[in-house]
């Protein structure tokens, strides 16, 4: 059998030989048969032999492993769509997931996977982790320390492992692929019950201290562009055994710490905090985007970090992603954004794939408006369904989130180029279009001038807001 498989592949690499070399002499572009990869000459990979490379076919493609409205190099509003998304895969969903769930037992065993978390499965992990971006056709990953490599029975032997299998993912993402941020995994352990930076005990204060010291070093080693703070224990379950302010300020020393790091190791990353308002914890400090936006300045931090937004997150909240995002836009502190989407029936975390497409068009508003978000980007921390086991449900899962945010885009730039609602907008606001109206907006005009121009004016006529209208210039670009 296996020589056989041997013999198959060996004719499929003659065909493709074959296949460029009568490309070549009748001036085509070359082309593969199938069982190569498009590279030709370049076996499928390891891991997904059956996936080609993911290729842009347009709006009338049939495929799914194809992109119908994500085009990397176009440009939309003189920028290329890649560089407005700079698009990522999490590491921890998609070479981690298990679809394991408080109720049942994982339902998936990928091929990478042999049942342990040693450091030879660890490098296999990987590979596919690379095999993967390089048919999705991106640029970014995402992870956590140890996702990728297997913790130890000491903090030495955790820091060696993960330089181990770090060394071969700065072989394996070359010049071109790089971390778009990563982090320390601060929640999973034990010794996290209490929180890390807020635990109650300076032990484990410490202990976090330096993991997040190795993790930002070997972010910086790999080329990452961001490294991200998620506080998921830093909180409490109760404020009668919690003292919150003095949690709170020994939250902020510690991010005052990494700062100090940040600049000592010459990383030149953004550091990013993740809101997210409970779970597992009943209050978690970083609750929304104005929450954290006012932890910042209240400390001085306020110009050392930007916000990496969670649609999931914002809607766990009580608002909608476009509210965190502009939120965290008009206060200078939008960095990242992790698209995706939880169940309206569901109250908790489900990190779906975003498919709406407008909560993406309005999503993608405020990324123009902001002018783009990197040296951020477009993170899909997203898993696939529990019931959604086969390896190309990965890649359907990815190229449908990145089309949904495509769309938004394209949408976003007809919305822009028409003008119709910024001009609905400006005219809700044109009565401060007026030399009153400046003085107010200056902080100029005090209430004896107020009060004399009401008492001039009399009774109002307030205008409509033409919320419908709005609504239905939205809806006529979906």
């Known amino acids: 059998m296996r020589t056989m498989k041997a013999a198959a592949k060996l004719l499929l690499f003659v065909l493709c030989i074959l ?7 009748a001036g ?55 560089d407005w998304f700079r698009f990522s895969v999490a590491f921890w969903h998609t070479f981690r997931g298990t679809g394991g769930d408080p109720f049942g037992a994982p339902t998936k065993m990928w091929p990478w ?50 330089d181990e299998v770090v060394a071969l993912a700065k072989e394996l993402q070359g010049t071109k692929i790089r971390p778009l941020w990563g982090t320390a995994q601060l929640f999973m352990h034990p010794r996290f019950m209490h929180g890390a930076a807020t635990s109650s005990e300076l032990g484990v204060y410490a202990y976090s201290a330096a993991q997040v010291k190795k993790a930002m070093e070997v972010t910086h080693y790999l080329g990452g562009e961001n490294y991200v703070f998620w506080g998921g224990r830093e909180g409490y379950q109760t404020l009668l055994n919690t003292d919150m302010e003095r949690e709170l300020n020994h939250l902020a020393r510690f991010l005052q710490a990494s700062v100090a790091y940040k600049k000592k190791i010459g990383f030149n990353g953004t550091l990013l905090i993740e809101p997210k308002p409970q779970e597992p914890t009943k209050h978690q400090y970083d609750w929304d985007a104005a929450t954290t936006a006012n932890f910042l300045r209240k400390y001085g931090l306020i110009g050392d970090f930007k916000l990496n937004i969670e649609c999931n997150h914002a809607t766990l909240s009580g608002h909608s992603c476009h509210h965190e995002i502009e939120t965290a836009r008009i206060n200078g502190l939008l960095g990242n954004i ?141």
């Open 113 to 162: 996977e042999d049942g342990t978390n040693s450091l030879d499965m660890a490098k296999r992990r990987m590979r596919a982790n690379f095999e993967f971006i390089d048919k999705l056709g991106v640029d970014f990953w995402c992870f956590h320390d140890r996702d990728v490599a297997p913790d130890g029975k000491t903090l030495e032997e955790a820091n060696s492992n993960l």
């Open 338 to 478: 992790d698209a995706n989407s939880g169940d309206p029936q569901t109250g908790w975390d489900t990190d779906q794939f975003m498919t709406d497409i407008m909560e993406a068009t309005m999503v993608m508003l405020s990324v123009v408006k902001n002018g783009g978000i990197a040296p951020g980007g477009f993170n899909f921390d997203a898993k696939l369904r529990r019931e959604s086991t086969d390896v190309e449900d990965l890649f359907i899962a990815h190229i449908i989130g990145m089309d949904t945010m495509a769309r938004g885009l394209r949408n976003a730039a007809k919305l822009i180029e028409d003008g119709s609602l910024a001009e609905l907008v400006r005219k809700r606001y044109q009565s401060f279009d007026t030399e009153l109206g400046a003085s107010v907006e200056a902080g100029k005009a005090d209430f004896e001038l107020l009060e004399k121009k009401a008492m001039e004016w009399g009774e109002l006529k307030v205008p409509s807001g033409k919320q419908e209208l709005a609504e239905m210039i939205l809806q006529s670009v979906l």
């Open 28 to 82: 085509s572009p070359p082309t593969c048969p199938a069982g190569l990869s498009s590279g030709c000459g370049e076996w499928e990979g390891e891991f997904f032999p059956g996936i080609p490379k993911i290729k842009y076919e347009g709006p009338s493609s049939k495929s799914p492993l194809a992109y119908k409205w994500y085009n990397a190099e176009e440009e939309i509003l003189g920028k290329k769509m890649k």
């Open 19 to 25: 296949a460029v070399s009568l490309a070549v002499i």
